[in-house]
T-cell receptor, first 108, second 116 residues
Framework: GIQVEQSPPDLILQEGANSTLRCNFS?????LQWFHQNPWGQLINLFY???GTKQNGRLSATTVATERYSLLYISSSQTTDSGVYFC??????????FGSGTQLTVLP | KAGVTQTPRYLIKTRGQQVTLSCSPI?????VSWYQQTPGQGLQFLFE???????NKGNFPGRFSGRQFSNSRSEMNVSTLELGDSALYLC???????????????FGAGTRLSVL
């Protein structure tokens, strides 16, 4: 099955800084999603992005399917951005394979 | 439109007992998937149901089972609980059917199970 790797595992920023999270995947994908896990455990959808570039406010994502990676950009970080960010991908089956996540801490 | 609803939110059980978790998908969604999250193993796929049929199954023992009803609501059952079953269990729903965007997964808030 698909393997998903995320980097870095931990990231500490000052409020206002920008950050880039990376997701590498081992095979072609039909689905690639980015999530933010809130402190209560719920996975909040950020992007559905099997290819191309999308933006939503201070967040944007780019997936280069031919090179098998995706990037999540967070600009002007806020303390409320803290938490774990997951990348998940699937191929022909609907089941998602998750990366191990990036723990983001934004300091005031 | 209401999101994915999981009940209960928290459960405490003892070893050897069994437990049933419930998931109500977003209205109109026909696919329900279950995932287990633990600190050691991360997020792992358990199984997926579509139109009351199990479509895919992850690498979990037979103690883990599930079903889906005609209204797309799903339950998962864990029998003979072990300490290692303590985890956050997440349910996701998708429209499914034709078109790749219909496979976007939307997650519920999860059920946190503690096995003592």
């Amino acid at each position: 099955g698909i393997q998903v790797e995320q980097s870095p595992p931990d990231l500490i920023l000052q409020e206002g800084a920008n950050s880039t999270l990376r997701c590498n995947f081992s095979d072609s994908v039909n689905n690639l999603q980015w999530f933010h896990q809130n402190p209560w455990g719920q996975l909040i959808n950020l992007f559905y992005i099997p290819s191309g570039t999308k933006q939503n406010g201070r967040l944007s994502a780019t997936t280069v399917a031919t090179e098998r990676y995706s990037l999540l950009y967070i600009s002007s970080s806020q303390t409320t951005d803290s938490g774990v960010y997951f990348c998940a991908a699937s191929g022909s089956a609907r089941q998602l394979t998750f990366g191990s996540g990036t723990q983001l801490t934004v300091l005031p | 439109k209401a999101g994915v609803t999981q009940t209960p939110r928290y459960l405490i059980k003892t070893r050897g007992q069994q437990v049933t978790l419930s998931c109500s998908p977003i209205s109109g969604h026909r696919s329900v998937s279950w995932y287990q999250q633990t600190p050691g193993q991360g997020l792992q796929f358990l199984f997926e149901y579509f139109s009351e049929t199990q479509r895919n199954k992850g690498n979990f023992p037979g103690r883990f089972s599930g079903r889906q009803f005609s209204n797309s609501r799903s339950e998962m059952n864990v029998s003979t609980l072990e300490l290692g079953d303590s985890a956050l269990y997440l349910c996701a729903s998708a429209i499914a059917g034709g078109g790749l965007a219909k496979n976007i997964q939307y997650f519920g808030a999860g059920t946190r199970l503690s096995v003592l």
